[in-house]
C-alpha cells in the first residue's frame, strides 16, 4: 500500500513559460482547429468524451470562451518512467493549500498548469518544499 510519508520527495527544478494559457473544452468529434497547433507549448487530447486543448491564450478566437488563463511550469526533465513521485512531489504543496492545477506530461516531462490567480501563491509554495524556480528563457515554449 502506498505511504506518502515513506515517498521519498524530489526536490525538483522548474520554469514558468512566459505566455498565459488557455484550457479548452470541444466536442469529442470536432475537428482539431489550427489556432491550437500554434505555439512552442501546445497539448490536443481526444477521448470519446472532449478534445481538450491547451494553448496560448492569444491564439484562441473572440468565439472561443475559456474562463481561466493559466500560468505553465515546466519541469525540468527528462525523467525516466521507472522514476516513481515525481508529479506528486511537485504537486503536493499545492494541494496541500488548496491550489488548482491541470497536469500535462510528455515523454521527456511534465507540464502543470495553474490559475493564474494563483500563480504567487503556488510558486512561493513550491519554493517552500525545496523545489527551484530557474530563470525563464527567452526561447522557451511560446
Not at 507549448?41 to 478534445?51: G, V, Y
Not at 494553448?55 to 475559456?66: I, K, T
Not at 494541494?95 to 507540464?111: G, H, K, L, V, W
Not at 501563491?121 to 530563470?135: D, M, N, V, Y
Amino acid at each position: 500500500m502506498f505511504d506518502p510519508i515513506e515517498m521519498q520527495p524530489h526536490d525538483l527544478k522548474f520554469r514558468q513559460l512566459s505566455a498565459l494559457y488557455a484550457i479548452v473544452h470541444l466536442a469529442p468529434d470536432a475537428p482539431v482547429p489550427a489556432w491550437a497547433t500554434k505555439g512552442g507549448f501546445t497539448s490536443i487530447t481526444r477521448t470519446t468524451d472532449a478534445l481538450s486543448v491547451v494553448c496560448p491564450a492569444n491564439n484562441l478566437p473572440p468565439e472561443v470562451h475559456s474562463p481561466h488563463r493559466w500560468i505553465c511550469l515546466k519541469l525540468e526533465g527528462p525523467f525516466p518512467f521507472s522514476q516513481t513521485g515525481v508529479l506528486l512531489s511537485f504537486i503536493e504543496p499545492l494541494s496541500r493549500n488548496e491550489i488548482p492545477i491541470f497536469a500535462i506530461s510528455t515523454y521527456d516531462t511534465d507540464y502543470v498548469l495553474i490559475p493564474e490567480e494563483f500563480s504567487e501563491p503556488a510558486i512561493s509554495k513550491l519554493q517552500h518544499a525545496g523545489h527551484e524556480l530557474l530563470a525563464s528563457q527567452f526561447h522557451d515554449e511560446c
